[in-house]
T-cell receptor
């Protein structure tokens, strides 16, 4: 079983739609969670961190469910510019200071259409 | 520099040759990561450097792969006797590590370079 699993998609949605992605992780010791965005043939960039209580950044909402070991990303009012691959990222560290690696999922591709 | 710089941006080599990929992290960033991404795949962790600590090499796929970081700044990833399955985009990232600060804080965000696309014929 992969450490971080995502539905590869693609999710094809019309502009203005609401879309949600889930990501499951296998290591119950995971402490930190993130969503990164990767445009086609570009490097990944941080979209948002995921806090235990859930957090919102404009049209984007991230949720964490520790009991079921999954995180989610909700995008409201989708824009054409949201078309990208969304990578789920987990880490077993909470604080920095020790060697740690971020484990990336394979990503979920979103295509927003007119 | 302003961002993470990687070179070469593209490298085509013949099977069996050695290649070196270079990463110049953001000035002052103490943590440096190497990942690789094969076509249509996620990012695969290779190696991680932080300050003077021993690097985490747990992701290196074979002993043909090695990396070093000189003077706590520039890093070189070396692949010896390249194979076709080594073809991928090799991504370097750096972050400013602040001890005792939660990973999800903005200060510890990974900034990636544009990658080095390696093609082994």
């Amino acid at each position: 079983r992969k450490e971080v699993e995502q539905d590869p998609g693609p999710f094809n949605v019309p502009e203005g739609a609401t879309v949600a992605f889930n990501c499951t992780y296998s290591n119950s010791a995971s402490q930190s969670f993130f969503w990164y965005r990767q445009d086609c043939r570009k490097e990944p960039k941080l979209l948002m961190s995921v806090y235990s209580s859930g957090n919102e950044d404009g049209r984007f909402t991230a949720q964490l469910n520790r009991a079921s070991q999954y995180i989610s990303l909700l995008i409201r009012d989708s824009k054409l510019s949201d078309s990208a691959t969304y990578l789920c990222v987990v880490n077993t560290q909470y604080y920095t200071g020790t060697a740690s690696k971020l484990t990336f999922g394979t990503g979920t591709r979103l295509q927003v259409t007119l | 520099g302003a961002g993470v710089s990687q070179s070469p941006s593209n490298k085509v080599t013949e099977k069996g040759k050695d290649v070196e990929l270079r990463c110049d992290p953001i000035s002052g960033h103490t943590a440096l990561y190497w990942y690789r991404q094969s076509l249509g795949q996620g990012l695969e962790f290779l190696i991680y450097f932080q300050g003077n600590s021993a690097p985490d090499k747990s992701g290196l796929p074979s002993d043909r792969f090695s990396a070093e970081r000189t003077g706590g700044s520039v890093s070189t990833l070396t692949i010896q006797r390249t194979q076709q399955e080594d073809s991928a985009v090799y991504l370097c990232a750096s972050s400013l590590v602040q001890r005792g600060v939660p990973l999800f804080s903005g200060a510890n965000v990974l900034t990636f370079g544009a990658g080095s696309r390696l093609t082994v014929l």
